[in-house]
């Protein structure tokens, strides 16, 4: 827990440092904005889909994280927060979790974000595809990340009706 409040101290931080911040920032709720996140998600995993079947699929980890990612601003906003880095996305969803302000199982930050030196989540597999030389993940990880981010995504959507 000590590790996700001093990261949490450092986006919000980071929050207060200008209109362009790259932390996390309390703002009023936003369920418009919360809405449109969501619906970038879905339009991620249906540019993911598309890749798939076009044998793309080494941008198949890619979009499937960003649906993940964009599922999470969505949970954010709802909250009346702002995140414009990654690392402070997932954490305050973490201290969500951990203090009760949300319902979302711990798994599905396991599936996004590199835990215990896993290459298996979302991130990993992204950050290897994306930087990395190789332009086919193979099919069982690619379905494994496909899978998850639909998974996340419909869960993200429950977690939102959930939200006042």
Known sequence: MHRIDNTLNWCLKQGEKGVKHKGLRKIEKNPKESNDQIQKAKSDLDTMHYLYNGNKTDWVAS??????????????YKLGYESRNQECTIVSIEKFIKDGTISLEQEYIDMIRSLQGSVEDAKSIREEMQY???TVLEKRRCEKVMNNAKKMVERVREILEEIE
Not at 64 to 75: D, E, N, R
């Open 132 to 134: 990395g030389s190789k």
């Open 63 to 76: 979009t499937a994280f960003y649906a993940m990612y964009h599922a999470l601003l969505a949970i954010l």
